[in-house]
């Protein structure tokens, strides 16, 4: 059975319990336990505190039902952030540049390659 590096349970395609522990949640999600806890103590990812030892147990409904909610998430975000295909603003060397520096040209030709050769200076 594979495993991810530094967990300690095996990942098994098959398994089909309810309830999966923070080493396999964060198996799942290829993240650090540390970052699986993270998610769980914060509330961001639902979950369940079993008994005294407080053992965490993610449904793996809920699980899926996260991640769905994460790409909605992330998919809004892409949408809104500058840097989104659409929205990069560029400086007048065609590099991205962010839309609130004053530097910031207008000019939709900033992009395109032979307005940028044209502006790199002369190596003669």
């Not at 080493?23 to 650090?32: G, K, P, S």
């Not at 806890?37 to 899926?64: C, F, N």
């Not at 939709?108 to 200076?121: C, F, R, Y």
């Amino acid at each position: 059975m594979p495993t991810r590096p530094g967990a300690k349970t095996p990942i098994n395609a098959n398994t089909t319990g309810r309830f999966l522990s923070i080493e396999q949640v964060a198996a799942e999600l290829n993240i650090t336990t540390s970052q699986a806890y993270a998610l769980l103590r914060s509330g961001s990812l639902p979950a369940l505190k079993i008994g005294g030892r407080g053992q965490w147990r993610v449904e793996r409904t809920r699980l899926e039902a996260w991640i769905e909610v994460t790409y909605a998430e992330t998919e809004t975000y892409v949408g809104e952030h500058p840097m989104a295909a659409g929205n990069v603003w560029r400086d007048e060397f065609g590099r991205p540049t962010h839309p609130g520096d004053p530097d910031v040209l207008d000019d939709p030709d900033v992009t395109s390659a032979s307005h940028i050769e044209s502006t790199l200076p002369n190596e003669g």
